[in-house]
């Protein structure tokens, strides 16, 4: 059974079908990339824990609350930074610690590169952030290292995952909540989602 949490706003499914349209340019490319990221990103910190606070309005006093959880986004490069730069309003006290893979396009399996998780204390919620779950090997390289560091709750935040991929995080790690904007029908033999919307990282830098 596929356990991830998909999204059926409105918004995210139209945004959605825009990202997908290969004939998106770069600019609406990255600004939807953006938008779902955030939009994801309300729905999967619905659980954040708060505390009582008190504010002085123009009028009076005013009982309110503050978010009490530290937050991590580790967006994994480089289509993972796309999604970051969403979050940055959202949660502005954020931490950003990058970690770096691609994929070997044989093996398909993920090359570590670049890792900036510290050494010593974990913020207590950590979102992991990369628009693609193909077979899953990025995400769980990503998902061992981020608990390796020790925040308290982890979730992955992703656009659009493979069948595969969502299998593969969930038996491994059944308490990282999972959240997409979509589940499509498969993996090609190059390991790219069907019909998913290509390679998330070159529309976002223009590479190819
Ligand atoms: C893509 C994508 C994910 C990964 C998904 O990155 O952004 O990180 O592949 O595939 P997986 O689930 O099979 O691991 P890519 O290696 O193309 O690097 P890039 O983001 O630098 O383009």
């Not at 490319?29 to 954040?48: G, I, K, P, W």
């Not at 656009?159 to 997409?180: K, R, T």
């Not at 919307?197 to 590479?207: I, N, Q």
Request: hydrophobic letters at 45%; proline letters at 6%; one cysteine or more.
């Amino acid at each position: 059974m596929l356990r991830a949490f998909v999204s059926h706003h409105p918004v995210i499914a139209h945004k959605l079908t825009r990202l997908r349209d290969q004939d998106t340019e770069t600019d609406d490319f990255r600004s939807l990339v953006r938008d779902l990221a955030l939009l994801l990103a309300v729905e999967a910190t619905a659980d954040l824990q708060s505390r009582a606070d008190t504010v002085r309005t123009p009028l009076d006093e005013c009982a309110g609350t503050a978010i009490a959880e530290s937050i991590a986004l580790v967006p994994i490069l480089r289509a993972g930074l796309g999604m970051a730069e969403g979050l940055a309003g959202l949660l502005p006290d954020a931490t950003v610690r990058h970690l770096g893979f691609y994929r070997d396009e044989a093996k398909l399996s993920p090359v570590p590169y670049y890792n900036k998780l510290p050494q010593g204390q974990a913020e207590d919620l950590c979102l992991i952030l990369d628009p693609m779950l193909a077979t899953g090997g990025s995400a769980l390289a990503a998902i061992t290292a981020v608990k390796a560091w020790g925040p308290r709750r982890i979730k992955f935040l992703g656009i659009l995952g493979a069948p595969e991929g969502v299998a593969a995080v969930h038996q491994a790690h059944p308490d990282v909540a999972l959240h997409l904007c979509g589940i499509d029908q498969h993996l090609d033999a190059r390991g790219f989602i069907v019909p998913g919307l290509g390679d998330a990282g070159d529309r976002l830098f223009r590479t190819t």
